[in-house]
């Protein structure tokens, strides 16, 4: 975990980096308010430490700074002596809690920030655990099946942030990030180095040889553990069934298209039949073979989209066609009309009961009349609304209608920490889903949990239903992250309302271009933070695309993500010669194509915030 102290006193900041270094943090030292306000816009921490008397911004006047612009991290305040007036000051601008620096004392500092680290996660484990592996945070021991572990700090480091985050895919940077002080970043090549070390140590003693697992293009996570115990299983399953319901939509609006790519490959393979297969129909018949290998896998239709690659494959042999071959591609497309026929029904029906874009407000509260009133008043505002008066009944509407936003009054409980479980319950899912709370309650200890837990706005009981709507609707469209444009050039609509469905639940603006040729125009008037394009594209390819950006001086740092049909070693090389940061292979899997264009966005933003931190 990453600690920011804020100490102008050089021994004092020594002493400090010592101690919290003995167990495995990793800390960076600001030595004035104005540098440290700077670190905490620029990166992220898990605690910050702050220095009353600071030169050119005190720690009051930084705490009061931290909170107003809506940073919820723990701070920890350090003093040099213990009164009661500091302590309140300190409160009072944001500080959770107060630390004397003399006589100093290490076991108690670390005692503290152990426990601002733990109020400030919204679920704690006391022991992190995969199978047999575990982790005690506490005494900084690593065992596997009771066999200690020997780990470096880094070591330490790397295996707790995959523990804390199991289902979660860090690329080298986003792992440099984090563990690393950013005056000592080393090369990615320190990040596989110490990868390559911590599994050779965890083999030593019996752990699987892939606990830590390579994803390919993207980064390292932790090999997925099928323990309901230890982790949430069903999570990927989840995940995997909301992205397929979403693109069940996609599929209704395209299904006659698909229908049409279809005939004609039957009119190509009738045309074979009579040995009338002319040039021209052959190549329109081989491009939608392409599009349709593609896309079909990523509506789940992994047989069709064999089937789509193997008749693509035989429609590039330009030349005459013995009889067997001809029935041979005959049985191939008439095995997709079946499958994709099969297929539909169960598509259609998953997209009849999603017909209804408007986003769905699930309002959980007790009080018939004010959800009766809520409800009501959210027609008029375009949204859709669900009322649960409990939390059971909530918890079975998230799983079964996974809504946009609830609005939560923290009394619906038999306590406040049941409310403030289920509250953190929906910020952890993928993605999360924003909660308003709108309750009677109105302490600074309430507003404070809620923030902990990541609730996004407080509201307090009795409000007009129009001005609870209008916080709503203000949620609804606070992007997460803010204001990131993607951009997507492809020539298949398909892939294109795809990545849509894919990216839109996320929080991103996405703008998509069919036709290449439009492509400079489209990218100066949207300036996207990142593009998405296709490799084989007619009239301008995505290798073209690549160099086009990589050649002004405006784009040529924007994050590019190629898509390719197959995993091709020398098609990989090429787009990382000619420029692309990254790729996916169709068909698309969305939870990994999403992991992949949020890590880069990720990265980029943080190189941008290190070039204006060296201005």
């Not at 700077?38 to 909170?67: H, K, M, N, S, W």
């Not at 953190?424 to 308003?436: A, F, N, Q, S, Y």
């Not at 594209?537 to 690549?546: A, Q, Y």
Request: net charge negative; glycine share 6%; aromatic share 6%.
């Amino acid at each position: 975990m990453k600690i920011l102290a804020i100490e102008a006193d050089k021994l004092t900041a020594n002493r400090l980096v010592e101690t919290l270094s003995s167990q495995y943090y990793t800390v960076e030292v600001a030595p004035d308010g104005e540098t440290g306000w700077e670190f905490v816009q620029a990166f992220t921490y898990d605690l910050v430490l702050v220095d009353v008397q600071l030169p050119q911004l005190d720690g009051i006047g930084l705490c009061q700074q931290i909170r107003a612009e809506g940073y919820t991290l723990p701070l920890l305040l350090l003093t040099d002596r213990d009164n009661r007036r500091d302590r309140l000051r300190g409160l009072d601008a944001g500080a959770d809690d107060i630390y004397p620096l003399e006589p100093f004392d290490g076991e108690d500092l670390l005692a503290r920030v152990r426990a601002l680290l733990r109020r400030g996660a919204t679920t704690v484990f006391p022991v992190l655990q995969w199978g047999d592996l575990r982790l005690d945070p506490r005494t900084c021991e690593v065992t596997y099946a009771d066999r200690l572990l020997s780990l470096t700090p880094k070591e330490y480091g790397l295996l707790e942030l995959f523990l804390r985050n199991p289902h979660r895919v860090f690329s080298c940077g986003a792992i440099l990030d984090r563990l690393w002080a950013f005056q000592d970043v080393p090369g990615e090549y320190a990040v596989r180095t110490h990868i390559k070390d911590l599994r050779h140590k965890l083999k030593d003693v019996g752990a699987p040889a892939e606990t830590i697992e390579t994803v390919y293009g993207m980064g390292y996570r932790l090999q997925h553990y099928e323990n309901p115990a230890a982790l949430d299983a069903g999570d990927t399953e989840r995940i995997r069934q909301q992205t397929l319901t979403a693109l069940s939509g996609v599929w209704y609006r395209f299904q006659t298209r698909i229908r049409e790519q279809v005939e004609i490959l039957e009119r190509a393979t009738d045309a074979l039949r009579q040995r009338a297969l002319d040039g021209e129909l052959r190549r329109q018949a081989e491009c939608e073979a392409h599009t349709l290998a593609g896309s079909l896998g990523t509506f789940g239709l992994m047989k069709g989209s064999h089937l789509a690659r193997k008749i693509e494959r035989r429609l590039q042999a330009d030349r005459i066609w013995e009889e067997r071959e001809a029935r041979g591609l005959c049985e191939l497309v008439g095995a997709l009309r079946r499958e994709i026929d099969r297929s539909s029904a169960h598509l259609v029906g998953e997209a009849a009961s999603r017909r209804d874009d408007r986003p769905l407000l699930l309002l959980v509260d007790g009080d018939r009349a004010v959800a009766s009133a809520l409800a009501l008043e959210a027609r008029g505002w375009g949204l859709r609304s669900r009322v649960a008066p409990n939390l059971p009944t909530a918890r079975k509407k998230v799983e079964r209608e996974a809504p946009d936003l609830v609005l939560l009054d923290l009394g619906v409980a038999n306590s406040t920490e049941e409310s403030l479980k289920f509250l953190g319950e929906l910020t952890h899912r993928t993605p999360p889903i924003p909660v308003l709370v709108f309750t009677e309650r109105d302490s600074l200890t309430d507003r404070l949990e809620v923030a902990r837990a990541g609730g996004n706005t407080f509201l307090q009981k009795p409000m007009l239903p129009a001005r609870v709507l209008d916080a709503v609707t203000q949620v609804l469209h606070r992007g997460d992250p803010p204001d990131a444009r993607v951009m997507v050039v492809d020539d298949d609509p398909k892939i294109l309302e795809i990545l849509r469905t894919l990216l839109a639940p996320w929080g991103l603006k996405v703008t998509t271009l069919d036709d290449p040729r439009r492509f400079w125009d489209t990218l100066s008037a949207f300036a996207p933070d990142l593009l998405v394009v296709d490799l084989k594209m007619p009239h301008v390819s995505g290798i073209e695309v690549c160099q086009i950006v990589r050649n002004d001086a405006r784009w040529g740092g924007l994050p590019i993500v190629c898509l390719l049909d197959r995993a091709d070693p020398k098609a990989i090389e090429r787009v990382f010669a000619f420029g692309a940061d990254d790729f996916a292979i169709k068909p698309i899997v969305g939870p990994e194509l999403v992991a992949r264009i949020l890590n880069r966005l990720e990265r980029f933003r943080l190189l941008q915030q290190l070039a204006r931190t060296d201005r």
